[in-house]
């Protein structure tokens, strides 16, 4: 039995080219999906889908849901359900809209947007956020509630705590510097965008480097040099066509010329300026790096995707999985206070219904994105695509045309569409 | 180093010590003022009917149920275990019959579940756990292959494996098994057998559960047979035969004081 010290390492088989790149051939037909729905939109609009001006759009419009859908994914892996973000965010966006237009201005006497205005208002919307999650998480961990019930009811609490707190009225207009958050009144301009998109591909390269080196460290067999290349050159181009997407998005000159005269400046003829990154991309992005590194590499994603595979194996191996329950809750709070600034933010006030149906979408997100209901599954790019995706095809139909309540049909039925073909997927493929 | 046997008859501190153990669920008595001990390199069979309670009396000591009343020594030192890291923090590692492993994740992270490698930047280190992994594996099961895949695509003996190196790997020196062999074929079972007489000679003791009269009397050193949640009796495998206890397991009968072992 002692023979052999360490397990020999078996060079893998022969495999075709395209299996040498190690793929994830489901993320591969999402954005398959995704590209065609972009395509098909573009031919009925006469190109007027893909335009820089539109994917702008559609990248502000999906942070919200999709800043969500990042946490969603957490509960769902470890076989819980959050039915109250959209209701939670209405609650964290009223607190923060009351802060920064009545507390703070008025009560406290900083005066209309004060410089300190934002910040405080940020950190305590951020801090209600998370209170109220772990407060979730602590009554389905703690005291066994089932998620299911704990945010049914939270749905309705919150919902209407907003209305209370707000009397249900639109609260606005919102401090000039938390605008920013929003999308189109705060972008990083062109010069910024591609430091930050140069940055950002240095930064994805050097960890698909450090990745390889640390298995070939160990001897492990690694891919081939041309697949590893492959990979770094789709990575590059997509970040960086994503910049120049949003930077060929131009202000327009109107516009422009008014915010130049604001400033003093004249406008030169010809002068053309682009928007660049918008700020709430530039979070959400951040998001999902943060999220997609707690998943794959802290012990906390490690318990989390251990938890929802096997609770109890789970808990035998010395995991604390109700503490661990009170953490995601309370990360899914404050991933809930984060879109609510953007999705406040963007609309410029707080209205007494943002974020309904939010929590429907975010859990339609997380599930075409490959979150299993089942639980152990999961990945936080997967559920931002879905929440792009589902994005995709509203303002797609809008565009097109389509009657709102025939757009409503086709979202539910693409819903469980998606989950039928991911079914028939995990089948073929022999895994649960 | 003395044999277990030898330890026990110098009145040496016994390794671990479960005295006068009840638990009740629902006014059913599970485990009803139990006692069982165990010394360094020894092999304590628990046999009994399903639903005997010598599972539950296991899970106690693993951390798993939280005991009515009793108490557990542990180099006759009183300890309080009240979940499954106190049990690991005294050394007691488990298999369960159930396995235990989270499916969806591979070998490396199921063995390391709970205690995993850490970078200096506190990330998790999946390169040197794969690494430590297959260093284990190499002792334990040379066919062991499927590092990278999640261990549900594992058959039965690989998953044990997996099992077990997680017990051995963290050092046990109280080692409990419930039925490790229930989901393995003669030739993994073999091999657990030999792993068991490997790990009996570094002087870890073991609680091995079993509903095979016959492999407790090849495995063991001492049996403990319950019927009904109460204790029948401690026996020196030596001094009985095969039918001896079966008529403790079947009709709950110690075969006479004379082959009976003081649990003190």
Same mark, same amino acid.
């Given at each position: 039995m002692a023979e052999a010290t360490t397990q020999p390492i078996q060079t893998p088989a022969k495999r075709s080219l395209f299996q040498q790149l190690e793929l994830d051939t489901r993320l591969l037909g999402m954005v398959g999906a995704f590209?065609?729905?972009?395509?098909?939109?573009?031919?009925?609009?006469?190109?007027?889908?893909?335009?820089?001006?539109?994917?702008?759009?559609?990248?502000?419009?999906?942070?919200?849901?999709?800043?969500?859908?990042?946490?969603?994914?957490?509960?769902?892996?470890?076989?819980?359900?959050?039915?109250?973000?959209?209701?939670?965010?209405?609650?964290?966006?009223?607190?923060?809209?009351?802060?920064?237009?009545?507390?703070?201005p008025d009560m406290l006497g900083f005066g209309l947007n004060h410089p300190a205005t934002w910040a405080i208002t940020i950190v305590v919307g951020l801090?209600?956020?998370?209170?109220?999650?772990?407060?979730?998480?602590?009554?389905?961990?703690?005291?066994?509630?089932?998620?299911?019930?704990?945010?049914?009811?939270?749905?309705?609490?919150?919902?209407?705590?907003?209305?209370?707190?707000?009397?249900?009225?639109?609260?606005?207009?919102?401090?000039?510097?938390?605008?920013?958050?929003?999308?189109?009144?705060?972008?990083?301009?062109?010069?910024?965008?591609?430091?930050?998109?140069?940055?950002?591909?240095?930064?994805?390269?050097?960890?698909?480097?450090?990745?390889?080196?640390?298995?070939?460290?160990?001897?492990?067999?690694?891919?081939?040099?041309?697949?590893?290349?492959?990979?770094a050159g789709i990575t590059a181009g997509a970040i960086l066509g994503l910049v120049w997407t949003l930077n060929s998005y131009l202000i327009p000159a109107r516009r422009l010329k008014r915010m130049m005269e604001?400033?003093?400046?004249?406008?030169?003829?010809?002068?053309?300026?682009?928007?660049?990154?918008?700020?709430?991309?530039?979070?959400?992005?951040?998001?999902?790096?943060?999220?997609?590194?707690?998943?794959?590499?802290?012990?906390?994603?490690?318990?989390?995707?251990?938890?929802?595979?096997?609770?109890?194996?789970?808990?035998?191996?010395?995991i604390n999985t109700r503490m661990l329950t009170v953490k995601i809750f309370a990360l899914m709070g404050f991933l809930c206070a984060l879109s609510a600034v953007v999705a406040s933010a963007r609309?410029?006030?707080?209205?007494n219904d943002i974020g309904t149906l939010d929590e429907l979408r975010v859990i339609a997100a997380a599930v075409i994105g490959g979150t299993a209901l089942s639980g152990g599954l999961g990945t936080i790019h997967g559920a931002i695509l879905g929440a792009l995706i589902m994005q995709a095809l509203q303002s797609g139909m809008a565009m097109v045309g389509v009657d709102a309540p025939f757009q409503n049909i086709v979202v539910g039925s693409v819903l469980v569409l998606a989950v039928l073909i991911d079914i028939q997927y995990r089948k073929r493929l022999g895994a649960k | 180093m003395k044999t277990a046997k030898e330890l026990r008859a110098e009145g040496a501190t016994p390794l671990v010590e479960m005295k006068d153990i009840s638990i009740a669920f629902g006014g059913i008595k599970a485990v009803d003022h139990v006692s069982v001990d165990l010394h360094p390199g020894e092999v304590v069979g628990l046999l009994g009917h399903n639903g005997a309670g010598k599972s539950t009396l296991i899970k106690i000591l693993s951390g798993a149920y939280h005991m009515d009343a009793g108490e557990i020594r542990i180099n006759g030192d009183k300890v309080e275990i009240t979940n499954p890291r106190d049990a690991r923090s005294h050394n007691i590692e488990t298999i369960y019959q159930t396995l235990a492993l989270a499916d969806n994740l591979d070998a490396a992270s199921n063995l390391f579940l709970g205690r995993e490698l #850490?970078?200096?930047?506190?990330?998790?280190? /999946?390169? !040197?756990?794969?690494?430590?992994?297959?260093?284990?594996? %190499?002792?334990?099961?040379?066919n062991f292959q499927k590092f990278s895949e999640p261990v549900a695509a594992l058959s039965g003996g690989q998953r044990q494996s997996v099992a077990i190196a997680r017990a051995v790997y963290f050092n046990a020196k109280i080692l409990i098994m419930d039925e490790p062999t229930a989901a393995l074929g003669p030739h993994e079972t073999q091999m657990v057998a030999e792993?068991?007489?490997?790990?009996?000679?570094?002087?870890?003791?073991?609680?091995?559960?079993?509903?095979? #009269?016959?492999?407790?009397?090849?495995?063991? /050193?001492? !049996?403990?047979?319950?019927?009904?949640?109460?204790?029948? %009796?401690?026996?020196?495998?030596e001094d009985v035969t095969d039918d001896d206890l079966l008529s403790m397991i079947i009709l709950g009968k110690n075969p006479g004081e004379a082959a009976a072992s003081t649990t003190d």
């Open positions: 590209i065609i729905l972009c395509i098909g939109f573009n031919l009925l609009t006469d190109g007027r889908f893909l335009t820089p001006r539109n994917i702008f759009n559609l990248t502000i419009q999906t942070v919200s849901v999709a800043i969500m859908a990042s946490g969603m994914v957490f509960v769902i892996v470890t076989r819980h359900i959050d039915l109250s973000v959209g209701a939670l965010l209405a609650t964290c966006s009223a607190v923060m809209a009351m802060v920064q237009t009545q507390v703070l801090g209600v956020g998370t209170l109220i999650g772990a407060f979730h998480g602590w009554m389905v961990g703690y005291l066994s509630i089932p998620a299911f019930i704990v945010t049914l009811g939270g749905f309705l609490v919150w919902r209407n705590v907003a209305w209370y707190l707000t009397d249900g009225q639109t609260i606005g207009p919102l401090d000039k510097t938390f605008l920013i958050f929003g999308g189109i009144n705060g972008t990083m301009g062109t010069t910024w965008s591609w430091i930050i998109g140069i940055a950002a591909t240095v930064l994805a390269l050097f960890g698909l480097w450090s990745g390889r080196r640390a298995r070939q460290g160990h001897g492990f067999a690694v891919k081939p040099l041309w697949a590893e290349l492959t990979i604001a400033k003093g400046e004249t406008m030169p003829e010809g002068l053309e300026v682009g928007y660049g990154l918008p700020i709430s991309v530039l979070i959400l992005i951040a998001v999902a790096v943060v999220m997609t590194v707690v998943a794959r590499r802290t012990r906390l994603g490690r318990y989390i995707f251990a938890t929802g595979g096997n609770p109890d194996a789970a808990e035998l191996s010395g609309l410029a006030n707080h209205s | #850490v970078t200096p930047f506190g990330l998790v280190d /999946d390169a !040197a756990m794969e690494a430590e992994c297959r260093k284990i594996m %190499g002792r334990l099961n040379p792993l068991i007489q490997q790990l009996k000679a570094e002087g870890i003791g073991i609680f091995l559960i079993d509903h095979d #009269v016959h492999a407790v009397m090849e495995l063991c /050193d001492r !049996a403990s047979v319950m019927k009904n949640g109460a204790l029948v %009796g401690t026996v020196d495998i």
